[in-house]
């Protein structure tokens, strides 16, 4: 069935000894109707509208969220795609992208991710403005429709999207996780952008690099701009993320061939919409950095980037492309970068200014709140070994020889 219409009572988990959810009896409020959909098709129509004339961002595409049904979905997962409208004008205000699946024995509901959505946000309608009690009675109907589940995790929820506070972060569940984003403004000439929005010490230290770069045999920024590029590009930045991470014994999504396919027929799919960018740099005959961008209105986002940091010595090939970039997006009409997740030291050197994301964690029967509690407890540890310079060394150093030994056998 595409599409179930509300009120629906209570969450059950459909086992016997489990309890039903607490907090969705009489969720509706009044304020807002909601609508489940279990197919993508059903909500095209609405969809694209709020991604063209609303509120969302690269991540939300709605050819995004079709590559991710298509190629990442996990088996006997089942989509969750919740609309909610006005109760009083029937006007449609958001769009909520969920899934559920089994995870260890019980059912979680979560966003429509798969590890390839950097930010979770519902697509909006337009640019009113959300406060707590709003988005409290939006999240509330959106529960009394969702299928049966234990637990709630939505993670890498952005506080703003395109300066509009998002609902979600907003709920009286979410709480401040352990990752933070990072985003720079651009504006003015594009020659002169790099000088006048980055710190000194980068703009120095760019400019020192591009020169050692252009002495290789020249420098050259290559957009993937044909069928033929976006293979050769693309296979490029897997090839160098592969042998990068396997060097440092780290663990990549792109070594899994369906998510590589996914990244790929996006990138082609970007020849035509624009959704998706790739570019190299290369320096003489080799290219010792690649840039795998999403586009959405005013704003890159920066989702994958490989380099070659033995091609040419004393040299970060990753700075030189990012600068290169802020250049041409400022160029193409873009007004802010966004460089994504990770406290990764070159954004701050850059002068990107850090947000910390929200996570929704909780569980809803005696099952998921085992569960959600064993998350947040492994979320504090990992925040605890990052926090501690020598004990976050010593874990790396303890995490690349184990998988080195994995890797070997």
């Given amino acids: 069935?595409?599409?179930?219409a509300m009120p629906m009572a209570a969450m059950t988990t459909g086992l016997a000894e489990e309890a039903a959810a607490p907090h969705a009896a009489g969720a509706a409020s009044g304020t807002y109707v909601a609508r489940l959909h279990t197919s993508l098709e059903a909500v095209r129509p609405l969809w694209l509208r709020f991604e063209t004339r609303g509120v969302c961002t690269g991540h939300q595409h709605f050819a995004w969220?079709?590559?991710?049904?298509?190629?990442?979905?996990?088996?006997?997962?089942?989509?969750?795609?919740?609309?909610?409208?006005?109760?009083?004008?029937?006007?449609?205000?958001?769009?909520?992208?969920?899934?559920?699946?089994?995870?260890?024995?019980?059912?979680?509901?979560?966003?429509?991710?798969?590890?390839?959505?950097?930010y979770a946000a519902p697509l909006l309608a337009d640019a009113t403005p959300w406060t707590r009690q709003s988005a409290e009675a939006a999240w509330a109907a959106a529960l009394s429709v969702l299928p049966p589940a234990d637990r709630i995790h939505i993670a890498g929820i952005p506080k703003e999207v395109s300066g509009v506070a998002n609902p979600l972060a907003l709920l009286s569940q979410a709480r401040d996780s352990i990752h933070s984003h990072y985003g720079i403004a651009m504006d003015g000439d594009a020659e002169s952008v790099v000088k006048r929005i980055c710190r000194p010490s980068f703009v120095k230290a760019l400019n020192k690099d591009l020169r050692r770069l252009d002495r290789n045999g020249g420098l050259a920024l290559v957009e993937a701009d044909t069928p033929a590029l976006v293979d050769s590009i693309f296979g490029k930045l897997v090839e160098l993320r592969l042998s990068r991470f396997r060097e440092l014994g780290r663990f990549d999504l792109m070594a899994q061939p369906a998510v590589v396919d996914f990244y790929r027929e996006a990138?082609?799919?970007?020849?035509?919409?624009?959704?998706?960018?790739?570019?190299?740099?290369?320096?003489?005959?080799?290219?010792?950095?690649?840039?795998?961008?999403?586009?959405?209105l005013g704003?890159?986002?920066?989702?994958?980037?490989?380099?070659?940091?033995?091609?040419?010595?004393?040299?970060?090939?990753?700075?030189?492309?990012m600068g290169e970039l802020i250049r041409w997006g400022r160029g193409a009409g873009f007004d802010y970068f966004d460089l994504?997740?990770?406290?990764?030291?070159?954004?701050?050197?850059?002068g990107a200014v850090k947000a910390v994301l929200s996570e929704l964690c909780y569980g809803i029967t005696l099952k998921g709140m085992a569960a959600s509690e064993a998350i947040k407890y492994r979320g504090r540890g990992v925040a605890f070994v990052r926090d501690n310079p020598r004990l976050f060394k010593l874990a790396q150093e303890t995490m690349q020889r184990w998988r080195r030994l994995r890797a070997g056998r």
């Fill in 1 to 4: 069935m595409a599409s179930q």
């Fill in 65 to 118: 969220a079709e590559g991710i049904v298509e190629r990442l979905l996990p088996q006997k997962a089942e989509l969750a795609i919740v609309e909610l409208r006005d109760a009083a004008t029937g006007e449609p205000v958001m769009l909520v992208p969920l899934m559920r699946r089994r995870a260890f024995h019980h059912w979680v509901i979560e966003w429509l991710s798969r590890g390839v959505c950097d």
């Fill in 267 to 296: 990138a082609h799919r970007g020849l035509t919409d624009g959704s998706v960018r790739i570019f190299g740099l290369r320096a003489g005959d080799v290219m010792v950095a690649v840039q795998y961008l999403a586009a959405h």
């Fill in 299 to 321: 704003t890159l986002h920066a989702l994958l980037i490989a380099i070659d940091q033995g091609a040419v010595p004393n040299v970060s090939p990753g700075l030189c492309v």
């Fill in 340 to 350: 994504s997740v990770g406290d990764q030291s070159y954004k701050q050197h850059m």
